[in-house]
Each structure stands twice: as structure tokens, then as C-alpha cells.
């Protein structure tokens, strides 16, 4: 495991083949991060772009249950910006323990679960207010649309 935390596509290829079932040819990978800051909204992007590239309308960012409502929002905000008619969705991945020690942002923070909440929130509270985030509205219409272009 590198320093990100990330296992490594091989290993979820192996996980998602045989734990899941997911058939080999439906697994695509994505380009290497291409260099600098790696973080929520520099994955996201490059994810995005990705997409873009490919042609593809919608997809469910999945995230760990304390980091959901940060990627759900960065992931909207880039969407609005560099592909607006993408569909982005939630799914909440496997909820653990939520008094567990654990790592997160590339390593750098420890701290429970539902002490990591806290710290989501204030991230989006600081990036909405530095202008790295649009406000709450932007992201909700932003869903409303999505929801009436899917009726």
C-alpha cells in the first residue's frame, strides 16, 4: 500500500472479480495521477475528465461513509464546472466501526470515524467560504436538475 492509502488497481481487480463477481471486461482503468497535489478535488478532476473523455453520463461516487458528503460536493463542483450534464449520484461504501482509529487524507489525519465527520464538515465549511466549494444551493440544484433529467 502506498502512502495514499490505495491498494493498488490489481488488488481490486482481484477483490471485485471474486468477491463481486464483476466481469473483467467490465473493469477500466483510469490514467495514473498525473503529477502535484494529490487530494479529494485533484482525483476528482482527473476522474471527471476521464469520464468526459469516455463519454460517460452518469456514475455513483462511492466513499466512505464519514467522507461522502466532502466527495459527493467536490465531485458536484467539478462536474459544474468541467461537465455539467454528468450525472453524479451517492453510495455510501462499508460502514465500519465508527469509534475506530483510522488514517485519512493521503495518511495525514488519525482519528475516529465520527471524529473524522467533524473534520468533513469543517473542510467543506472552509472551502465554501475560501470560494473552492459553490454554496449548498449550487450543489442542490445542481441535483434538482440531475433528478428532473432523469424523469
Request: overall charge neutral; hydrophobic content about 40%; aromatic content about 10%.
Amino acid at each position: 500500500m502506498n502512502t495514499t492509502g490505495y491498494p493498488g488497481f490489481d488488488l481490486w481487480v482481484e477483490k471485485l472479480m471474486l468477491r463481486y463477481g464483476v466481469s473483467e471486461v467490465k473493469i477500466i482503468k483510469a490514467p495514473p495521477h498525473a503529477g502535484g497535489a494529490l487530494n479529494t478535488n485533484t482525483e476528482l478532476l482527473e476522474f471527471i475528465l476521464f469520464a468526459k473523455t469516455g463519454g460517460w453520463k452518469s456514475v455513483a461516487i462511492v466513499a466512505s461513509p464519514f467522507h461522502q458528503l466532502h466527495s459527493l460536493v467536490n465531485a458536484i463542483t467539478v462536474a459544474i464546472r468541467e461537465y455539467p450534464e454528468f450525472r453524479l449520484y451517492s453510495l455510501a461504501g462499508t460502514v465500519l466501526p465508527w469509534g475506530e482509529r483510522v488514517r485519512h487524507s493521503q495518511r495525514m489525519l488519525v482519528d475516529t470515524r465520527a471524529g473524522l465527520i467533524h473534520k468533513e464538515m469543517d473542510r467543506i465549511r472552509r472551502y465554501t467560504e475560501q470560494g473552492d466549494l459553490p454554496p449548498a444551493e449550487a450543489i442542490l440544484a445542481y441535483m434538482d436538475e440531475r433528478d428532473v433529467q432523469n424523469q
